[in-house]
C-alpha cells in the first residue's frame, strides 16, 4: 500500500488541480514526485499493486496538463515518457484511464508543433488501436487531421480547426502551430505570386488588419507598394546555371572506380 | 502478416532443393531422420557444415510426414536402449500402445547396442522434429513450450559451434511456439538475452536468425521505435544466408517506410526481392513484400509497373492495391477514398493502412500536375471543381503548396483568381544529371549487391586446384620430353652451354 501521507498529498492535489491553482498545484507535484520515488513508483519497480499503480499515473497525467497550462513543453515531455511505462506495460493490470488519449492526442500534437514528422508517424503506428479505429477516436483524429491539411496544403481547413479542439490542452498547441502555418503559407505566396493586394494578403495570413500584414511583411523582407496597396515578391533573378564541377568530378570517379572493379 | 508470412518463412527454408535430394524422396521418414542423423555425424566428424544445412533443407518437406511413431522409431533406432538422452527424447511423445514398442525394441536393440553414443547435435536435431510435431496440434502447446525450453537450456550448456545451423531453426520453432501459443512478447527477453550470447560466440547463423525474431516481435506489436533502435545498435551477419537477410531487408523496410524514409525503404525492399526465393517457392513472403513495396513507390511519387500486377502470384493477392493505383494515376480523391474505405479491412491486415491513407497528398500532386500540363490557365474554381476539393481558398492554398514544392511551373494570379502554368523546363540542366547519377548509382548498387548475393559452392576451388596440378604435371612432362627430344637433336646442348 502507499503511504498515507502520499494518499493524503494525492488528494490535495485533485482538489487543487480541478480548482485551477497552478502555482500549488506544482508545488505539489514536486512534493509527490518525491513521495513517489521514495514509495518506488514513479517508476514501477517490482510488482506494486494495481491500486497503488493507478495513483501514480493520476499524478503524472496532473502533472502532463500542468505542464502544458504552464506552457512548459520539456516538462510535458518528460511526464508524458514517464507515462508511457503505464499505458503500454501496465495496460492489461490497470484500468484504462479516461485521460490517456486525450494526452496520447497531446503528444501527436507537439510532435507535430515541432514538425517530427517521422516521430508522429512512428507514435502513430504504435497506438494500441486499429488503424480504421483512429479516425473514430476525437483525441486521436484532431492530430491525423492536421497532419493530413498540413502536408497537402490545406491551411484554411487547419486554422478553422484551431476551435474544433477536443479539449481545452489543444488550443495552447494550435495558437503555436499558427506561427508554423503562417510563415508556410508566406513561403508559398513568395513563390507562387508575382504581387497580391494588401486586403487578400490579410486574408490569406489569417491576420485581421492590414498593419499586422504590413509588420509582417516586413520581417520577412517583402516590398510593400502602400499606394497601390500592393505587396509585390521579389522575383527571384533567373540565377546563372553553374556547373557543379566538384560534384560531377566526384561521380566521374566513383563511376570508374566502381567500373574498375567490375571489369 | 500473421498466417501467410510464417508460411513464407517456412517454404523459404526450402529453397534451392539440389538434385541429390530428390533423388532420396521415395525413402519412409524414419529412414530419411536415420539418414539424416548419419550426415549430422559426417558433418560434425568433418567440421562441414554443408552436410547440416543440407539436412536441414529438407526439414519442411520431412516435417509433414512426421508422426508419433515416426518419431518414436527413428529415437529407438538412433540411441541405444539404456542411453538417458532417449529416455528424455521419448518422454515427450506419448506412450505408444504396448505391443508395438515393444516390437521395435526387440528389433533394433540388438544391431544398436554396440553403437557408441550419437553426437549431441543428433540429439538436438530430433529435438527440433518432436518440437515441430507437437506444434501440429493445439493440445500439445503446452508440452512444446517446456520442450522449448529444455532445448535451449541444453543448446547454450553444450555450445558447440557445429550445433550453430540447427540452433538457428530451434530458434525459429521457439518463435514459433511462443506465436502459437499466443504470448509472443513474453519470448523476447529470451530471445534479446540469446542474441547477445550469439554475438559474443561469433555464431552467425544464430545471430541472423534471432535477430529477424525479434524485430518481428516488435514489428507485431507496433513497436517502431524500439525495432528501429534494435537495428541502429546491432549489426546484421554478412554471411548469414539469403533467406534471413531477406527477411531482414523486409523488415527495415517496414520501419523505413513508417519513419517516411521512402527511399531507404525502397532499397531495402528491393534487396528483399532480390533475395528471397523465387515467388513459386515462398509466395506469401513474394506477396507481403511486393505490397509494401508498391505503396512506398507510390509515396516515392512513383508510378509501380503495370507488368507486376499480371504476375501469376501477385495477381489476386495485390487486386486491392491495383485499384489504388489506379486512383493515385488518375489523380482522383474521390475514386482513392471509395477504394480505401472498399479495401480498408485487407490493407488494415497487410499493416499498409496508415502509409495508404499518407498518400492522399501524392493524388493530389498528381491532379495539379495533369492540371497543369494539360491547361496553360486554369480557374481556381475548376480545380477545385476537377479535384474534388472543398473550397476555393483550400484550392489557393494547394496549388501555392505545390508550386514552392516543384511539383509544377506556374503562377496564381490571385486579383482574376486563376492560376497560370509555366512553360515546360527543358531537358538539360543539372538536374538531368543528378537523375542520371541517382539511376547510375542504382545500377551499380544492383550489380554489386547481385556479386554478394552469389553463392560458391564449398571446395569448388580444389577441382580447380586439382586441375591446374594435372595440368602442371603435364607441363612437366612435355617439357622433359622437350628435354630428352632435345638429347636427340645434336644441336640442342650446344645452343644450351652457348647461352
Redesign the interface.
Known amino acids: 500500500m502507499a503511504p498515507s501521507q502520499l494518499v493524503q498529498l494525492y488528494r490535495e492535489l485533485q482538489q487543487v488541480f480541478t480548482s485551477g491553482n497552478l502555482q500549488q498545484t506544482g508545488v505539489l507535484l514536486t512534493r509527490l514526485k518525491i513521495a513517489l520515488t521514495e514509495a518506488g513508483l514513479l517508476v514501477p519497480l517490482g510488482n506494486p499493486e494495481a491500486q497503488d499503480l493507478v495513483i501514480a499515473r493520476d499524478i503524472l497525467e496532473v502533472g502532463a496538463f500542468w505542464s502544458i497550462r504552464t506552457k512548459d513543453i520539456p516538462s510535458f515531455d518528460r511526464y508524458f515518457s514517464q507515462l508511457q511505462t503505464f499505458y503500454n506495460d501496465y495496460s492489461s493490470v490497470l484500468p484504462p484511464s479516461p485521460r490517456e488519449y486525450p494526452l496520447r492526442g497531446l503528444n501527436l500534437i507537439r510532435l507535430l508543433t515541432q514538425n517530427r514528422?517521422?516521430d508522429f508517424?512512428?507514435t502513430?503506428?504504435?497506438?494500441?488501436l486499429?488503424?480504421?479505429a483512429?479516425t473514430g477516436n476525437p483525441y486521436i483524429a484532431h492530430p491525423i487531421n492536421l497532419e493530413?491539411w498540413l502536408?497537402?496544403?490545406?491551411?484554411?481547413?487547419v486554422w478553422n480547426a484551431r476551435e474544433e479542439a477536443p479539449a481545452e490542452e489543444y488550443k495552447f498547441f494550435v495558437d503555436s502551430l499558427m506561427g508554423t502555418i503562417r510563415n508556410?503559407?508566406a513561403?508559398?505566396?513568395?513563390?507562387?505570386?508575382?504581387s497580391?493586394?494588401l486586403k487578400?494578403a490579410a486574408t490569406?495570413l489569417f491576420f485581421k488588419n492590414q498593419s499586422e500584414v504590413i509588420a509582417f511583411a516586413q520581417e520577412r523582407g517583402w516590398q510593400v507598394d502602400l499606394t497601390a496597396g500592393k505587396i509585390i515578391f521579389a522575383k527571384k533573378t533567373e540565377e546563372k546555371?553553374e556547373?557543379?564541377k566538384e560534384k560531377?568530378i566526384l561521380?566521374d570517379l566513383h563511376?570508374a572506380r566502381?567500373l574498375e572493379?567490375?571489369v | 502478416m500473421t498466417d501467410v508470412e510464417m508460411k513464407s518463412a517456412d517454404e523459404k527454408r526450402e529453397d534451392k532443393t539440389t538434385e541429390e535430394e530428390k533423388k532420396p524422396v521415395p525413402l519412409t521418414p524414419v529412414a530419411e531422420i536415420k539418414a539424416n542423423v548419419a550426415l549430422i555425424e559426417r558433418a560434425v566428424a568433418t567440421f562441414e557444415p554443408r552436410f547440416t544445412h543440407r539436412v536441414l533443407r529438407s526439414l519442411t518437406h520431412l516435417r509433414r510426414r512426421l508422426d508419433d511413431t515416426v518419431l518414436r522409431d527413428a529415437i529407438n533406432e538412433t540411441y541405444a536402449s539404456d542411453s538417458p538422452s532417449k529416455k528424455a527424447l521419448l518422454s515427450w511423445l506419448p506412450e505408444a500402445t504396448a505391443e508395438q514398442s515393444m516390437d521395435i525394441d526387440a528389433t533394433s536393440q540388438p544391431s544398436k547396442q554396440s553403437q557408441p553414443e550419437p553426437v549431441p547435435e543428433v540429439e538436438i536435431y530430433l529435438r527440433l522434429l518432436i518440437l515441430h510435431h507437437l506444434l501440429t496440434s493445439q493440445a500439445n502447446y503446452p508440452k512444446a513450450m517446456k520442450l522449448a525450453h529444455d532445448t535451449i537450456d541444453k543448446m547454450q550448456t553444450l555450445n558447440r559451434r557445429s550445433m550453430d545451423a540447427i540452433a538457428a531453426k530451434v530458434w525459429y520453432a521457439v518463435e514459433r511456439t511462443y506465436e502459437l501459443a499466443g504470448d509472443l512478447a513474453d519470448a523476447r527477453p529470451h530471445f534479446l538475452a540469446a542474441q547477445r550470447t550469439a554475438a559474443l560466440r561469433h555464431d552467425d547463423e544464430t545471430e541472423a536468425s534471432l535477430i529477424n525474431r525479434i524485430l518481428r516481435s516488435y514489428l507485431q506489436y507496433n513497436l517502431y521505435d524500439q525495432a528501429d533502435k534494435l537495428v541502429s545498435k546491432t549489426s546484421f551477419p554478412t554471411a548469414a544466408g539469403n533467406p534471413q537477410h531477406a527477411r531482414y531487408h523486409y523488415y527495415l523496410g517496414r520501419i523505413k517506410a513508417v519513419q517516411l524514409n521512402y527511399t531507404a525503404a525502397h532499397t531495402n525492399l528491393q534487396q528483399a526481392i532480390r533475395r528471397a526465393p523465387p515467388a513459386k517457392t515462398a509466395p506469401g513472403f513474394y506477396q507481403a513484400v511486393h505490397k509494401l513495396t508498391i505503396v512506398v513507390e507510390l509515396l516515392m511519387g512513383d508510378i509501380p509497373e503495370r507488368s507486376l500486377f499480371r504476375h501469376p502470384v501477385l495477381e489476386k493477392a495485390l487486386s486491392g492495391y491495383f485499384e489504388i493505383v489506379k486512383a493515385v494515376r488518375n489523380g482522383s480523391l474521390s475514386q482513392f477514398q471509395n477504394t480505401l474505405s472498399k479495401y480498408a479491412a485487407e490493407f488494415e491486415a497487410d499493416k499498409t493502412y496508415t502509409l495508404i491513407v499518407r498518400l492522399r497528398q501524392n493524388v493530389i500532386k498528381t491532379g495539379i500536375r495533369r492540371l497543369s500540363l494539360s491547361y496553360s490557365r486554369i480557374s481556381l474554381r475548376d480545380i477545385c471543381v476537377k479535384l474534388h476539393l472543398d473550397s476555393e481558398e483550400d484550392a489557393e492554398y494547394i496549388v501555392g503548396k505545390a508550386i514552392r514544392d516543384g511539383v509544377i511551373d506556374g503562377r496564381i494570379v490571385h486579383e482574376k483568381g486563376w492560376m497560370e502554368c509555366g512553360s515546360q523546363k527543358g531537358g538539360y540542366g543539372p538536374e538531368v544529371s543528378d537523375v542520371f547519377a541517382r539511376r547510375i548509382a542504382y545500377c551499380l548498387e544492383l550489380h554489386n549487391q547481385s556479386v554478394k548475393a552469389m553463392r560458391y559452392p564449398l571446395n569448388a576451388h580444389r577441382k580447380e586446384l586439382a586441375a591446374a596440378e594435372g595440368a602442371r604435371e603435364r607441363e612437366k612432362e612435355l617439357a622433359k620430353e622437350i628435354q630428352e627430344g632435345g638429347d636427340l637433336d645434336d644441336e640442342g646442348p650446344d645452343l644450351g652451354e652457348g647461352f
Do not use: N, V, W
Request: net charge negative; hydrophobic share 40%; with cysteine.
Open positions: 514528422i517521422a508517424h512512428t502513430l503506428e504504435s497506438l494500441p486499429r488503424a480504421d483512429l493530413q502536408m497537402e496544403g490545406s491551411y484554411s481547413k508556410e503559407i513561403s508559398c505566396e513568395e513563390a507562387a505570386y508575382d497580391l493586394p487578400d490569406l546555371i556547373i557543379p560531377l561521380a563511376y566502381e572493379q567490375i
